[in-house]
C-alpha cells in the first residue's frame, strides 16, 4: 500500500530563513510521483510543486524546490527565503503509476514569525 | 476564466437527508476528484472519474454516489447524511497528459 508521512505537525520559522519540511513514502511501485500543496487559511489547495520518480534533477519553482532522495524514499520541500505569506499548511502528495488518485500525508502547518 | 468552482461553498444539513455537491470545470479536462478533508486525515479520495460516463471508487466511497454525464460537471450525493460526513469536500481536475490535479476552493459541509 502506498502510504506518505509528514513527521512535522507544525514548525516555527523566523521570516526570511529557509525551512525543510518533511516528507517520506512508502511504494514498491518504481513509477510515481511526488506533489507539494499549499494550504492558505482561507482553505484552497495550491499546487506547488512536483517531482517524477524518474526525474534526474530536483524539481526547482521560484523559491520551492523539492529535495528528492530516491534511496531513502524522501521527498522534501524547501522554501528558501521564507515570507509572512508561507504560513500555511504544507500537503506532501503521491500518485503511482497506473492510479490516478493522489495520496496525502497529513500535512505540517508553517508559521513564519516577522 | 472561473476554473473550478463548487457550489455551495457552505452547507447545513441533518441527518437523513440528501445532499448533493456541485462541481463545475471550464478547462475540459478529463479526470475528476472528489475528495474529502478530515482533521488528522489529510484529504481521502471518495470517487473518480475518467471521462464522462466513466466512474470508479476511491478510498472512502461509502455512502456516496456519482455522476458525470457532462465533462464539466462532477456532481457529489450524499444519498442519507450521516454526522461522520461532516467534512470539507474538494473537487479537483486533471488533464489527461498532465500530472498535476487541480483543485477547486471546497465546501464546508456540517451535517447535524
Known amino acids: 500500500a502506498q502510504k506518505i508521512t509528514q513527521t512535522q505537525p507544525g514548525m516555527f520559522v523566523q521570516e526570511k530563513e529557509a525551512v525543510t519540511l518533511d516528507c517520506t513514502y512508502d511504494t514498491s511501485d518504481p513509477s510515481y510521483g511526488l506533489f507539494w500543496y499549499k494550504q492558505p487559511s482561507s482553505g484552497e489547495m495550491i499546487f506547488l510543486i512536483y517531482?517524477?520518480?524518474?526525474?534526474?534533477q530536483n524539481a526547482t519553482e521560484g523559491r520551492y524546490s523539492l529535495n528528492f532522495q530516491k534511496a531513502r524514499k524522501s521527498a522534501n520541500l524547501v522554501i528558501s527565503a521564507s515570507q509572512l505569506g508561507d504560513s500555511a499548511m504544507y500537503f506532501c502528495a503521491m500518485r503511482v503509476q497506473g492510479a490516478q488518485k493522489l495520496v496525502f500525508g497529513q500535512g505540517t502547518r508553517l508559521t513564519i514569525n516577522p | 476564466d472561473a476554473g473550478i468552482t463548487q457550489s455551495p461553498r457552505y452547507k447545513i444539513t441533518e441527518t437523513g437527508r440528501q445532499v448533493t455537491l456541485m462541481c463545475h470545470q471550464t478547462w475540459s479536462h478529463s479526470y475528476m476528484f472528489w475528495y474529502r478533508q478530515d482533521l488528522g486525515h489529510g484529504l481521502r479520495l471518495i470517487y473518480y472519474s475518467a471521462a464522462a460516463d466513466i466512474t470508479d471508487k476511491g478510498e472512502v466511497p461509502d455512502g456516496y454516489v456519482v455522476s458525470r454525464s457532462k465533462t464539466e460537471n462532477f456532481p457529489l450525493t450524499l444519498e442519507s447524511a450521516t454526522r461522520s460526513q461532516t467534512s470539507v469536500y474538494f473537487c479537483?481536475?486533471?488533464?489527461?497528459?498532465?500530472?498535476?490535479?487541480?483543485f477547486g476552493p471546497g465546501t464546508r459541509l456540517l451535517v447535524l
Open positions: 517531482q517524477g520518480s524518474y526525474d534526474q
Open positions: 479537483a481536475t486533471k488533464a489527461g497528459f498532465e500530472e498535476t490535479q487541480y
